[in-house]
């Protein structure tokens, strides 16, 4: 079993549409959670970056961890073509440990 | 303008050859990262460095060699021994500390065999 558990997609989504991306994980020092955004042939953007459990909010996106359940989620709302990408989750310890472990990412397709 | 740059990229390998992908930074972060992406696998560890002259192997390393000569430069050098070198190299760069968990990427380079 891999440490960090992620759908490669496709998700394809109508314009408009309440996306939900997940992660889930089997460390259980894990405590810094990020997402990623990568484009087709671009490198990957820091979208939201989490510690712990709790919810983050920033503009359209939310970011959710439930560090019980081992898993975290990325909230999209009133989803947008310019939204079509790859979004991969990544976690660390922390500590001796910081170097992020990554999720394969998860192909997201917003159609107008 | 702070960032990471990567170049060249696109970059072609003929068989036997050595080609060294340049990756550079001005965010003035400690610690830099070179990441293997391959279509449906996800980013792997190749090398990382968290101080100027020293770097460490990551998970896939067998290959490839770096150097850190210089804060802002971590230039990545795969050799004849990598066979199946064709992917996508992602250089990133991190502080030390307090916000290493959160790496910031360049643009990438696509190497392809002749």
């Known amino acids: 079993q891999k440490e960090v558990e992620q759908d490669p997609g496709p998700l394809s989504v109508p314009e408009g549409a309440i996306v939900s991306l997940n992660c889930t994980y089997s460390n259980s020092a894990f405590q810094y959670f990020m997402w990623y955004r990568q484009y087709s042939r671009k490198g990957p953007e820091l979208l939201m970056y989490t510690y712990s459990s709790g919810n983050k909010e920033d503009g359209r996106f939310t970011a959710q961890v439930d560090k019980s359940s081992k898993y975290i989620s990325l909230f999209i709302r009133d989803s947008q073509p310019s939204d079509s990408a790859t979004y991969l989750c990544?976690?660390?310890?922390?500590?001796?440990?910081?170097?992020?472990?990554f999720g394969r990412g998860t192909s997201l397709i917003v159609h107008p | 303008d702070g960032g990471i740059t990567q170049s060249p990229k696109y970059l072609f390998r003929k068989e036997g050859q050595n080609v060294t992908l340049s990756c550079e930074q001005n965010l003035n972060h400690d610690a830099m990262y070179w990441y293997r992406q391959d279509p449906g696998q996800g980013l792997r560890l190749i090398y990382y460095s968290q101080i100027v002259n020293d770097f460490q192997k990551g998970d896939i390393a067998e290959g490839y060699s770096v150097s850190r000569e210089k804060k802002e430069s971590f230039p990545l050098t795969v050799t004849s021994a990598q066979k199946n070198p064709t992917a996508f190299y992602l250089c990133?760069?991190?502080?030390?500390?307090?916000?290493?968990?959160?790496?910031?990427f360049g643009p990438g380079t696509r190497l392809l065999v002749l």
């Open positions: 990133a760069s991190s502080f030390s500390g307090v916000g290493q968990e959160t790496q910031y």
């Open positions: 990544a976690m660390s310890a922390g500590g001796g440990s910081y170097i992020p472990t």
